[in-house]
Structure formats: C-alpha cells, structure tokens
C-alpha cells in the first residue's frame, strides 16, 4: 500500500517532513506504507482511484461523492488557535498585498484564480460561501458568476498562489492549511498576499485506505496516527507540519460538503463565468 501526501507538499521542508511522518506510522503500524510521487499535472483524482492507497490525503468532497467510498483512517488537526482543536480548515480569498480592494465585494467583476471544480477549499466552499453576494443580485449578468476566470489555469494552491501575485487574477481562493505551512516555510512569498475573507470551517481532508486495504492493516495505520502525538519525539516534526495531532473523523462529517454543492447547484451559480456546473 501506498502513501502520499500531494494535497500538502507545498513547499520542500512540509514534503520531506510527510515523508518522514509517514515512514514512522509505517513503523508503528508494522506495514509497508512505501512513498508514492504523484506530483502535478498528473490528475489527483487518478491518485484517489488507485486500488493501493494505504495512507492518502483525499479532498472531502471528492470523498463525500464517491461511487464507493474509501476508508476513513483520521484527519489532521492544525494546530494554529483558529482552529480550534478540531479537524476542520478553512478557504481564504487572496489578493496581492498591494492590491487596493479593501473588501471582498470590490473584488467582484474581476479575475478569480481557482482550483477544479471537484476540490472543496479551491471551488465548492467559496461557491457556497459566496452564494449570499449573488442570491440578492439576480438574475446575474454574466450566467450566473461574479467573476471572470483568471488568465491562467490554475488547478494547484501553488498556481493559484502564483496567479495572484504575477497579477494574472485579480484573487484566488487556497486552503487556509495550506497558507499557514506556507506563512511557516515561505514566509517572503506570503508577505506578497492578504487576506479579504475567510469561509466557514469545513471539515478537513482525510487520510484514506483504499477500500480493498484490510479490516487489520486499516485499523493499525489509524491507530498510529491517532498516537504520533502522544510521543514526545514526534513534537518537532508534528511542529513543521503546524499540526496538533490526528483524530478520528466519520462519513457524516463530510455530508456537508454535498449540501453546499446542492444549494450552489440549484440558484445556478459558478464562481467563474466559464465553466459552469
């Protein structure tokens, strides 16, 4: 069975430091969690498909509309106060840190930056976030969006990033775990961002086991993680990873996610003018 940790390797030290994470749960699980590279472009959804996830962060929305769901192994609690010791993140709207919006609704009009349509923190959280801005302006003047897309794609945190600060979209949306590894580890890049608006907690991605992983080996990865924080040697690298611990999440943790999409879904609204629902 495989590990990897895509979704959060966003900068060189938090990469090596999943590496090393998931090398001592192998150890304490006693199995082979051998690392898999899966880096961009190739399709993440081709990760989450593969018969021999052992230990692989699945976005929640993804997870909360599969065919057949994987396995629930445990969720990262970041350990920034804002978090509140619970499983959850958050998405930010971005803009450069010269940019003169001063509010998220001066934004509106521009160039948006976001990830595909299947992530919740890069398109299913802000489209519900941002359902309360455009409910009262209907019918919408350009089909059903506030803004128009970025002048690049941007199917990655790090593209988006990168779009807003080369001035190719106007702000971006990221998952606020994301920038927080980023403000530890990349600080000069984040100091040319700010943040205009934050969106509710969602529940945060999961490590996953493939369905076909064991009842055994399942149950034994799930522990290890549950118990990375309880060994005082763990701290520092729990610390580069700005986490807190591990815990236990269930399928209806994620539920949410679809009434999101549900209610964006029925007042017709996309976050760009192109590519619409």
Do not use: K
Not at 45 to 74: E, H, I, K, Q, T
Not at 118 to 137: D, T
Not at 183 to 206: D, F, G, K
Not at 216 to 237: C, F, V
């Amino acid at each position: 069975m495989i590990a990897n940790a895509r979704m959060y390797s966003v900068a060189a030290p938090v990469a090596q430091a999943w590496r090393e994470l998931f090398a001592r749960v192998a150890r304490r699980a006693g199995v082979d969690l051998p690392y898999l590279e899966h880096a961009a472009p190739a399709p993440i959804s081709a990760l989450w498909a593969r018969p021999d996830c052992g230990c692989v962060f699945m976005c929640g929305f993804p997870y909360v509309n599969a065919a057949v769901r994987p396995r629930l192994l445990a969720a990262p609690v970041p350990s920034p106060e804002r978090y509140g010791q619970r499983p959850v993140y958050f998405t930010e709207f971005i803009v450069r840190a010269d940019a003169r919006a001063a509010s998220l609704a001066e934004t509106f009009g521009g160039r948006l930056a976001h990830m595909l349509p299947e992530s919740n923190s890069g398109y299913n959280a802000p489209r519900h976030f941002l359902l309360r801005h455009f409910l009262p302006r209907q019918p919408a003047p350009d089909a059903g969006a506030l803004y128009h897309p970025a002048g690049t794609p941007t199917p990655t945190p790090n593209q988006v990033i990168d779009a807003v600060i080369a001035g190719h979209a106007d702000v971006g949306v990221v998952d606020s775990y994301v920038l927080d590894l980023l403000r530890l580890h990349a600080p000069a890049r984040m100091a040319q961002l700010r943040t205009l608006a934050v969106t509710p907690a969602s529940p945060a991605p999961a490590l996953v086991a493939s369905p076909a992983a064991s009842d055994s080996a399942a149950a034994r990865i799930r522990m290890a993680l549950l118990d990375l924080h309880r060994d005082a040697g763990n701290a520092e690298l729990l610390a580069t990873l700005r986490l807190a611990r591990f815990a236990l999440v269930e399928d209806a943790d994620y539920d949410v996610l679809a009434g999101y999409a549900r209610a964006a879904d029925a007042a017709g609204f996309a976050l760009t003018s192109e590519g619409m629902p």
